[in-house]
T-cell receptor
Framework: AQSVTQLDSHVSVSEGTPVLLRCNYSSSYSPSLFWYVQHPNKGLQLLLKYTSAATLVKGINGFEAEFKKSETSFHLTKPSAHMSDAAEYFC????????????FGAGTRLFVKA | DGGITQSPKYLFRKEGQNVTLSCEQNLNHDAMYWYRQDPGQGLRLIYYSQIVNDFQKGDIAEGYSVSREKKESFPLTVTSAQKNPTAFYLCATHRGYTEAFFGQGTRLTVV
């Protein structure tokens, strides 16, 4: 069975400090991995994606994530948080099990303090 | 502009009433999905459709119905059988192994 675990439901950082949002996955198939961001009352926007190319993936707004197969992780990082980064972040896995199946993590709420 | 349009943005339902949420896409994607989002619970799959005139139940299909008569459209009806319909509803499309594309959501409230 496939699953996605976001290890923190809430993360709080100060503006200008690094951000780390953790994601672990479990899959019997080769996955594609994604991070999405959601601002209040909005749809989800793609931040970045891993689809079996380079393991270090750069996304929008200074975010990046590293696919570590040995650790089954895909953590999202940013060197310096900005107030506008405060939002909910979702780690998502897609696998091909004969049809495509998409699994969402439960989300991590990022708070950024001035 | 290619994208997904959900309407209305806000919807109020009286007890015992059916309501329909609209989702239209012009991305030419085959697969369309409906998700329900509740605070602190992430996204849960209601229904999905891989192709016109075919759709499958997701994890929480009870009390909902859908149709897929056109590639561009995938409306969701919240029936009176859905006992707790107040939530944020998101429509998405998917193109194989690539990312999902989301609409801006409809917030449904029971009054």
């Amino acid at each position: 069975a496939q699953s996605v675990t976001q290890l923190d439901s809430h993360v709080s950082v100060s503006e200008g400090t690094p951000v780390l949002l953790r994601c672990n996955y479990s899959s019997s198939y080769s996955p594609s991995l994604f991070w999405y961001v959601q601002h209040p009352n909005k749809g989800l926007q793609l931040l970045l994606k891993y689809t079996s190319a380079a393991t270090l993936v750069k996304g929008i707004n200074g975010f990046e994530a590293e696919f570590k197969k040995s650790e089954t992780s895909f953590h999202l990082t940013k060197p310096s948080a900005h107030m506008s980064d405060a939002a909910e972040y979702f780690c998502v896995v897609t696998v091909n099990t004969g049809g495509f199946k998409t699994i969402f993590g439960a989300g991590t709420r990022l708070f950024v303090k001035a | 502009d290619g994208g997904i349009t959900q309407s209305p943005k806000y919807l109020f339902r009286k007890e015992g009433q059916n309501v329909t949420l609209s989702c239209e896409q012009n991305l030419n994607h085959d697969a369309m999905y409906w998700y329900r989002q509740d605070p602190g619970q992430g996204l849960r799959l209601i229904y999905y459709s891989q192709i016109v005139n075919d759709f499958q139940k997701g994890d929480i299909a009870e009390g909902y119905s859908v149709s897929r008569e056109k590639k561009e459209s995938f409306p969701l009806t919240v029936t009176s059988a859905q006992k707790n319909p107040t939530a944020f509803y998101l429509c998405a499309t998917h193109r194989g192994y690539t990312e999902a594309f989301f609409g801006q959501g409809t917030r449904l409230t029971v009054v």
